[in-house]
């Protein structure tokens, strides 16, 4: 498998500009999960899916953050309007329920720039 | 609710000589713990896991983590390090109730000098 693909892989933006981080699990896997991580707050989980269906999304930053999963094969991440502070990388994972312990696995991550 | 904390932000050390990265969960529940590995603009990486039976899991890199239960701990030890090992650990712990979901520690900057 090719596992966790995320695209772009680099964005830079100015500020007010609509973003979308783009991301397609490993076949198969039932949950997925979008973090993002700075400098100053480490890894965070921003929200998560289980056969497409948001599960917890208490990790959003706000109303300007959204995320979609249509299909099993595709989810989105959108920030309209984006702002400076939220240059991070987002990272999406996705793992197995019946894999014992859901471990997860991760994509290279999108590095956003907020000009 | 479930909290993994890494009582180290940042451990150097030298090129050959042993590492203890220091974990720490709170659960009332069973657990499966985690080590993820992060290399620089990469990212993270299962390193190991431990999810039943023996307490002392191993990585094929020479890392090994032990499950000890009455100290709530899943450390990280390699006897002996190389500079290929410089990255970021994360901790990480599932079970209970997270339904599908890890909570991660803050990481530990492991950094190897010549």
């Known amino acids: 498998d090719a596992g966790v693909i995320q695209s772009p892989r680099h964005e830079v933006t100015e500020m007010g500009q609509e973003v979308t981080l783009r991301c397609k699990p490993i076949s198969g896997h039932d949950y997925l999960f979008w973090y993002r991580q700075t400098m100053m707050r480490g890894l965070e989980l921003l929200i998560y899916f289980n056969n497409n269906v948001p599960i917890d999304d208490s990790g959003m930053p706000e109303d300007r953050f959204s995320a979609k999963m249509p299909n099993a094969s595709f989810s989105t991440l959108k920030i309209q309007p984006s702002e400076p502070r939220d240059s991070a990388v987002y990272f999406c994972?996705?793992?197995?329920?019946?894999?014992?312990?859901?471990?997860?696995?991760f994509g290279p991550g999108t590095r956003l720039t907020v000009t | 609710a479930q909290s993994v904390t890494q009582l180290d932000s940042q451990v150097p050390v030298f090129e050959e000589a042993p590492v203890e990265l220091r974990c720490n969960y709170s659960s009332s529940v069973s657990v499966y713990l985690f080590w993820y590995v992060q290399y620089p603009n990469q990212g993270l990486q299962l390193l190991l896991k431990?999810?039943?039976?023996?307490?002392l899991v191993e990585s094929i890199n020479g890392f090994e983590a032990e499950f000890n239960k009455s100290q709530t701990s899943f450390h990280l030890r390699k006897p002996s390090v190389h500079i290929s090992d410089t990255a970021e650990y994360f901790c990480?712990?599932?079970?209970?109730?997270?339904?599908?979901?890890?909570?991660f520690g803050q990481g530990t900057i492991l950094t190897v000098h010549p």
């Open positions: 431990y999810l039943s039976g023996s307490t």
């Open positions: 990480a712990a599932a079970g209970g109730t997270s339904y599908g979901k890890l909570t």
């Open positions: 994972a996705s793992s197995l329920q019946a894999q014992r312990g859901y471990e997860q696995y």
